[in-house]
């Protein structure tokens, strides 16, 4: 298959960034919402551009994990499934349905005052809908070069508000009250206070819709790595500019009465300007030229509009979530004449019959819900470790900036009002109700579904059931795999191919099972949405590993089968193969981090919760020569299993084996733990010796005495407090202060 060409520099990113936010945002929504904020606007567009940062950052991260994957859409399936995905793929239709409805009114009210029609909302209404007519048109034949205007109407509209705030800041009243909100009386709802200006805030989200609608072309972007997140941040950062200098500008010259639901403000500030004088036949040339640029501005906003929205439904019935009759094709044009239609026909709908405040309003409450699925996707995909997700570029201020943007996402989402609130959750029902009626026999499944929720549900579930339903469905997975595959083995090695030392893992089995041989696993995981089919050969890393450990197996008299095998679901693919055998053992590589919470989970973690088989987890630190190892215990561990696993290791390598105990310093308990740690060893067949260390401090403690070892063993971390039961516990702070490898054991009841 081959790629898309990378033509698009980052000067171009910019562009496509600034144009599908420099449309509605500037020409129209200004004049409704400094009905509510007054002065203060400037503020608004600032604080909401604060808010939506977090969502671009992830985005750009999505895109880079997934650079041809398709948009929002696609990236909140993955997160979450094909029922939110179906849910999300309404929202987002309907958030540009209503958006391009918002351009239409615009539209029709720059046409009125250039014609000396007045304003009468009857008319402006249906002008807008001579032009969707229009806009159906051209998306019906396919006309792709009909948008090319779009890049010579944005370079002009920029020039024309520039000239208009410098012209503007020279003509601003003597004391304008951009700052109105910290009057005295600044509570009081009509004198544009702080709960005016939230709602402004929230209000004005809309402006920023298309901010990061250049990720669904990230695959033709040069570099995209670098130029896709500095492109969303920079014109993020140049329209922010924009906004708050025209608001701030506008307000400062134009009257509050003037502005009260103005639907052609920018129009408005050029007749208020001395520039206004140039006349030409009785036509101010000035403000007619700015009409026809913010005309032209969102034509092509409303038609990108159509052309977008469109194909989420288009997509979504070739994904199996809506009926075939959805993704018919226009036999002559090529083009989806049902989801156009049907697309049209809901934005002329909107126009005659919802108030243009409550279209804003609705548009700006979708684009809100949708900027929080992103931050929560991101939260999602790093926290579950999918193997597939490796995004090149991360975000920074990872979670938190994430979690920002959801809160401030749900607390503007409240504060838009209820009617916002009950279509939202219209779409949530309804999305729900297709899915279940149309794609709920769709085989894919999200990294949450996955990953997340198996640990809850043995929480909160009738554990007795859940064992149940788990076992069959153990029965009913291991049928859909080789029976041949880790059938007679005893441990079961996953090789991801992020492993410092494969063959390190593999003698960690070899010295740990009772049996003699070891089942060697390369599994790779890719997105649901890729054929499995078209990764049958074996890759360069696959055919690495099988000549490294076949080499391995000879030089150490070792029993090693060795198997690639490709997955959609990492951790329940593991879980069947050990299922399916007589596995005692599985070893894995790891990053310090085994644990799982119910809200935030990892493979490792799941497989700590559903594994079948006692699990050994193994952190490289660089040590390839086992001569000295470390066996530290909390007291009351079952220290006989233990010592018989670290006995085996050390027999394996003919180590000797320290046994570590770390007290309080207070304790007096001391010779007796040594006493009884002896008597444990004496069955022991390697040099053995017990150590106890009072200390107040055993992670330093520990980490200290281990630059002495080659290898530190430790059990499983119990969650002690109600943080690591519902998010689970970072990364292993006994591990990560280790100064040798270690090997976190992990035995089932």
């Not at 409550?358 to 548009?363: G, N, T």
Request: charged content about 15%; overall charge positive; hydrophobic content about 45%.
């Amino acid at each position: 298959m081959k790629k898309l060409e990378r033509s698009l520099s980052l000067p171009a990113v910019i562009a496509i960034c600034i144009g599908g936010m420099l449309g509605t945002g500037i020409f129209v929504l200004p004049g409704i919402a400094a009905t509510k904020t007054g002065g203060s606007l400037w503020l608004a567009f600032l604080i909401a551009a604060i808010c939506i940062l977090p969502a671009a950052y992830s985005k750009s991260e999505l895109a880079t994990a997934m650079p041809s994957s398709g948009g929002t859409y696609v990236y909140i399936e993955r997160a979450f499934g094909p029922l939110f995905g179906t849910i999300s793929g309404l929202g987002l239709w309907l958030a540009l349905v209503l958006k391009c409805a918002f351009a239409l009114v615009g539209m029709g009210a720059y046409v009125l005052v250039v014609l000396d029609m007045g304003s009468d909302d009857f008319i402006t209404k249906t002008v807008g809908l001579g032009f969707l007519f229009l806009v159906f048109v051209l998306n019906i034949i396919g006309a792709k070069k009909a948008g090319n205007f779009q890049s010579y109407a944005v370079f002009i509209g920029l020039l024309v508000l520039t000239a208009l705030f410098v012209i503007g800041i020279q003509t601003m009243d003597e004391a304008p009250e951009f700052l109105s909100f910290f009057n005295e009386d600044s509570k009081k709802i009509e004198s544009g206070g702080y709960r005016d200006l939230i709602f402004a805030v929230a209000f004005v989200y809309l402006s920023y819709s298309g901010v990061t609608k250049v990720a669904a072309i990230a695959e033709e972007i040069k570099n995209p790595n670098k130029n896709l997140p500095l492109g969303m941040i920079l014109s993020l950062f140049i329209i922010t500019a924009i906004y708050v200098l025209i608001s701030f500008v506008l307000t400062s010259n134009v009257g509050l009465t003037d502005l009260t639901n103005n639907y052609n403000p920018i129009h408005t500030l050029a007749l208020d300007l001395e520039i206004s004088s140039f006349k030409l036949g009785g036509i101010h040339i000035v403000g007619a030229s700015i009409a026809f640029i913010a005309v032209l501005t969102l034509l092509s906003t409303v038609n990108a509009g159509v052309l977008a929205s469109s194909r989420f439904p288009f997509a979504m019935s070739r994904d199996g979530l809506l009926p075939p009759l959805w993704s018919k094709v226009h036999k002559k044009f090529l083009t989806p004449i049902n989801t156009i239609g049907i697309t049209c026909i809901s934005i002329a709908l909107i126009v005659l019959f919802l108030p243009v405040i409550e279209i804003a309003k609705l548009a700006s409450a979708f684009k809100v819900m949708m900027f929080v699925s992103v931050n929560l996707a991101v939260i999602v995909l790093r926290e579950t470790a999918a193997q597939w997700y490796q995004p090149k570029y991360k975000s920074p201020l990872y979670p938190w900036i994430q979690i920002f943007g959801v809160v401030t996402g749900i607390f503007f989402l409240i504060v838009l009002g209820s009617v916002p609130l009950m279509t939202i959750l219209a779409i949530f029902v309804s999305g729900a109700v297709i899915y279940y009626s149309y794609g709920k026999n769709v085989m894919r499944s999200g990294v949450l579904k996955n990953y997340g929720h198996r640990p809850a549900l043995s929480i909160f579930g009738n554990k007795e059931e859940t064992k149940t339903e788990k076992i069959k469905s153990q029965k009913k997975a291991s049928s859909e795999l080789d029976p041949k595959i880790a059938s007679k083995a005893g441990a079961i090695v996953p090789l991801l191919g992020n492993e410092s030392s494969p063959e390190m893992l593999v003698e960690m089995a070899a010295a740990i099972q009772s049996k003699n041989l070891i089942q060697a696993l390369n599994i790779t995981e890719v997105p649901s949405q890729t054929d499995l089919d078209a990764f049958l050969e074996d890759s360069p890393i696959s055919s690495s590993l099988k000549r490294r450990l076949s080499r391995l197996s000879e030089s150490q008299k070792l029993s090693v089968d060795f198997e690639a095998v490709v997955t959609h679901e990492l951790s329940d693919t593991i879980n069947r193969l050990s299922s399916q055998s007589s596995c005692e053992w599985l070893v894995m590589g790891w990053d310090g981090r085994p644990t799982t919470g119910i809200f935030v989970t990892n493979p490792i973690g799941w497989l700590l919760a559903n594994i079948n088989s006692n699990l050994v987890l193994y952190k490289d630190n660089g040590v390839r020569y086992v001569s000295k190892v470390l066996l530290a215990l909390r007291p009351g561990r079952k220290d006989k299993n233990f010592i018989g696993i670290a006995n085996n290791v050390c027999k394996y390598y003919g180590a000797a084996l320290t046994l570590l105990h770390v007290v309080p310093e207070k304790s007096n308990t001391t010779e007796t733990i040594k006493h009884r740690s002896e008597e444990k060893l004496k069955q022991s067949k390697v040099q053995a010796s017990v150590n106890v260390v009072k200390s107040d401090s055993p992670v330093e403690t520990i980490s200290e005495i281990s630059s002495s070892y080659d290898l530190l063993i430790l059990g499983t971390p119990e969650k002690d407090n109600w943080i690591k039961v519902l998010f689970g516990g970072g990364k292993d702070k006994f591990t990560e202060s280790a100064a040798c490898s270690v090997l976190r054991i992990t035995l089932k009841d």
